[in-house]
């Protein structure tokens, strides 16, 4: 199998603020949020990061999407370096995440078409793929409502539907169904599954094990910024289901730790 993303030992560190030492409950300068990890996903599948609130996944695909540097390590998409080369990455990838906020004041339509002239796309495929994405996820009925009065699951539809403007082959999704009701969750997790059998390269961050073993190929299960676990989901299930395999490496991890 083609290796298509490979991460290699990234590190990285924040200071906290004395507010943030007291919201932590912690004398700490410094935490740790991603610490010397490493894995591959491979082209055209499906690979899932799985772990707690905190564990290092949001981190993660941060430095992968060249958000953010990793103070050490690299990460390599399609054999570029989302360190030296973070334009070339960013032109390959689609990168969604809920913490990342459409204008209130823009419509979902003038939104697609300012980032479709970022990536240089031309009108005719720029019309095209418009009334693909909204027809599909029901956008075209709010193309012209102003971000702030759409709902919560219209607001994600939008954001997916613009981070994937350029049809990129590398699609990086943190916590794609956060917060979505039932109805919006299951057509976003239907239309990953159809880019994975276009031939494209999703990775996902997650905290909901049934939604990994529906849609991933592979998982990663990362905690306290490392990856202690990464294999087939046919391997991890083999004896038991997801869940129980990531509290046993979590009671392991932590009894470790004592």
Same mark, same amino acid.
């Given at each position: 199998?083609?290796?298509?993303l490979?991460?290699?030992?990234?590190?990285?560190?924040?200071?906290?603020?004395?507010?943030?030492?007291k919201?932590?409950k912690?004398?700490?300068?410094?935490?740790?949020?991603?610490?010397?990890?490493?894995?591959?996903?491979?082209?055209?599948?499906?690979?899932?990061?799985?772990?707690?609130?905190?564990?290092?996944?949001?981190?993660?695909?941060?430095?992968?999407?060249?958000?953010?540097?990793a103070?050490?390590?690299?990460?390599?998409i399609?054999?570029?370096?989302?360190?030296?080369?973070?334009?070339?990455?960013?032109?390959?990838?689609?990168?969604?995440?809920?913490?990342?906020?459409?204008?209130?004041?823009?419509?979902?339509?003038?939104?697609?078409?300012?980032?479709?002239?970022?990536?240089?796309?031309?009108?005719?495929?720029?019309?095209?793929?418009?009334?693909?994405?909204?027809?599909?996820?029901?956008?075209?009925?709010?193309?012209?409502?102003?971000?702030?009065?759409?709902?919560?699951?219209?607001?994600?539809?939008? !954001? *997916? #539907?613009?981070? +994937?403007?350029?049809?990129?082959? =590398? /699609?990086?999704?943190?916590?794609?169904?956060?917060?979505?009701?039932?109805?919006?969750?299951?057509?976003?997790?239907?239309?990953?599954?159809?880019?994975?059998?276009?031939?494209?390269?999703?990775?996902?961050?997650?905290?909901?094990? !049934? *939604? #990994?073993?529906? +849609?991933?190929?592979?998982?990663? =299960? /990362?905690?306290?910024?490392?990856?202690?676990?990464?294999?087939?989901?046919?391997?991890?299930?083999?004896?038991?289901?997801?869940?129980?395999v990531?509290?046993?490496?979590?009671?392991?991890?932590?009894?470790?730790?004592?």
């Amino acid at each position: 199998m083609n290796v298509i993303l490979r991460a290699e030992g990234l590190k990285k560190t924040f200071r906290l603020t004395s507010k943030q030492q007291k919201l932590q409950k912690t004398k700490a300068k410094v935490i740790k949020a991603v610490d010397d990890l490493s894995f591959e996903a491979y082209e055209g599948e499906i690979f899932g990061l799985l772990g707690p609130n905190g564990a290092g996944k949001t981190t993660t695909l941060r430095m992968l999407a060249t958000l953010i540097k990793a103070d050490e390590g690299d990460a390599y998409i399609d054999g570029s370096s989302v360190r030296k080369e973070p334009e070339t990455v960013r032109g390959k990838i689609g990168f969604l995440t809920s913490e990342l906020k459409l204008e209130d004041f823009f419509t979902p339509n003038y939104m697609f078409d300012f980032f479709a002239n970022l990536h240089n796309i031309t009108p005719d495929v720029r019309q095209r793929r418009k009334a693909e994405l909204f027809s599909k996820f029901g956008v075209d009925e709010f193309a012209e409502v102003k971000i702030a009065n759409l709902s919560t699951g219209m607001k994600q539809k939008a !954001s *997916l #539907v613009i981070s +994937i403007v350029h049809d990129p082959n =590398i /699609i990086i999704f943190d916590e794609p169904t956060n917060g979505l009701d039932v109805l919006t969750a299951k057509v976003v997790t239907d239309f990953l599954l159809e880019l994975k059998a276009q031939g494209k390269t999703i990775i996902v961050s997650t905290h909901i094990f !049934s *939604l #990994v073993e529906k +849609i991933c190929d592979r998982a990663g =299960i /990362i905690l306290d910024g490392h990856m202690v676990v990464c294999d087939s989901l046919e391997n991890l299930t083999a004896e038991k289901p997801l869940e129980d395999v990531f509290f046993d490496v979590y009671a392991a991890r932590a009894g470790g730790a004592e």
